[in-house]
């Protein structure tokens, strides 16, 4: 019988979800179970997101409506955790969400238990010895054939326009032993798909090199880690999410090539010009990105590449932005994730460079880059007709099965049998931007 109800809401990427898997462990160890129901729970917990400005005021907003709830349920803790708490170095953000009962940065999970006793003693006891860090919590997974596996958080990049060193601190990198350790755990539950999440991912440097086994060709840990994973029975997929272009030394790109990795690299340029790339503060050139992305396609000709891009920088000319679209085209990226700029309150950017590019102009420039994608990813998916991919599906519904290709295409194809989790061959009969279609060829058990 549990002694309560939760509700957890997330907001924002991969790593705040990853992050609510632990947020859930905590609250199902105290033995309390998740509702989808905001009525029915004794605990609202927000893991918020501070990206954007929208992404904040959800998180306003759903306080104010908690003020409503608390009226039919007195006892009701409203948590909020994750970015908010996190950049909120002066206290001003608090200030403005008194209604929170806790308010606290993800890195102080492990104390979730003590302060939810001291709000409400009749529900919690604290048991057990405390973790000296909330990456130690065992995260409560979804049965899946994919996880998702925190190697690194906080950053020490500084880049002018992002908030994640003051959300989130400074760069800490997980022990290799801890991080083998859930690897191989999630395996053993069936999971065939691994992601490693980091905000500068490919910076990771282990701090006891020792876990890794004599045969590791590799010196830089990150490319250590990945080989280690690869000798893991039982995974099919490994890819990494966010690498950083200063780390994609040699052996990094080298490592791209063992045997279970991705075939695709999504490596964030967020421009084209070194001029606003000097004042985003990324450390590189256009033609030392490019030159990375010639050594990748080097040592793995076929593989698809993505990358991340903002628009509408601070003080961004015309003419500057068209050097992103040359960079576009000079990568010949699959894909892109195009943001427009937005100001975040205690950024470098935010605090020295006016927004001056206008909204408009910014849409203008983000169109630009989408209309750039579609017509050279439509080009690209056109190679894949008459050639066999891998698919791991995740969806099978009304006679069609879909999954990504090792190259991250969404591709599907005709299918009555229910194929989740597994691994299916597939001949390309039809390419479009967003989708390749054909016909099974062939499936792993
Ligand atoms: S490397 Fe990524 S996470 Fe770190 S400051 Fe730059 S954009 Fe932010």
Request: proline residues 6%; hydrophobic residues 40%; contains cysteine.
């Amino acid at each position: 019988m549990p002694k309560g109800k939760y509700h957890l809401i997330t907001y924002g990427c991969q790593m705040n979800k990853a992050d609510s898997e632990r947020i859930a462990a905590v609250m199902e160890g105290l033995g309390f179970e998740a509702t989808a129901d905001e009525n029915a729970a004794d605990v609202i917990i927000l893991n918020s997101c501070s990206v954007r400005q929208s992404a904040e005021d959800r998180v306003f907003g759903k306080l104010r409506d908690y003020s409503l709830l608390r009226e039919k349920n007195p006892g009701l803790i409203v948590g909020v955790t994750g970015c908010l708490p996190g950049r909120d170095l002066d206290g001003k953000i608090r200030k403005k969400l008194m209604k929170a009962d806790l308010y606290f940065p993800i890195r102080e999970l492990q104390e979730l238990p003590t302060r939810l006793a001291g709000l409400r003693p009749d529900l919690f006891e604290v048991s057990g010895p405390a973790l000296d860090n909330y990456l130690s919590i065992a995260p409560k997974r979804p049965r899946d054939f994919h996880a998702n596996i925190v190697i690194q958080t906080g950053c020490n990049k500084f880049c002018t326009y992002c908030v994640v060193p003051y959300a989130r601190g400074r760069e800490w990198n997980r022990p290799a032993k801890d991080i083998l350790a859930e690897a191989r755990a999630v395996l053993a539950t069936g999971v065939v798909s691994l992601d490693l999440l980091g905000q500068a991912v490919n910076a990771y440097v282990a701090p006891d090199p020792e876990a890794f086994s004599p045969a590791n060709p590799y010196k830089n840990t990150f490319a250590a880690l990945l080989w280690e994973l690869n000798q893991l029975e039982g995974l099919q997929r490994l890819g990494f999410t966010s690498p950083h272009p200063l780390h994609m030394d040699d052996e990094v790109i080298d490592s791209l090539a063992l045997p279970k990795m991705m075939n695709f690299l999504n490596l964030p340029a967020q421009a084209g010009n070194d001029e606003v790339l000097r004042r985003m503060n990324r450390r590189y050139t256009a033609a030392q990105y490019l030159d990375i992305i010639a050594k990748v396609r080097r040592r793995l000709p076929d593989i698809a590449l993505g990358t991340d891009l903002i628009v509408g920088f601070p003080g961004e000319t015309a003419e500057q932005f068209e050097d992103t679209l040359k960079l576009y085209r000079a990568a010949d990226f699959d894909i892109s994730y195009p943001a427009m700029y937005s100001p975040r309150s205690g950024t470098t950017s935010a605090r020295f460079f006016p927004d001056d590019v206008p909204r408009e102009e910014k849409k203008r420039r983000w169109r630009a880059v989408q209309t750039l994608m579609e017509q050279v990813v439509l080009k690209k998916n056109q190679k894949y007709v008459g050639t066999e991919v891998e698919v791991l599906i995740d969806s099978c519904a009304r006679g069609w099965c879909s999954g990504h290709s090792r190259e991250m295409k969404l591709t599907r194809f005709r299918s009555e049998e229910n194929l989740v989790g597994k691994t299916v061959v597939v001949r390309i009969t039809k390419a479009m931007e967003w989708m390749l279609e054909g016909e099974a060829v062939s499936h792993k058990p």
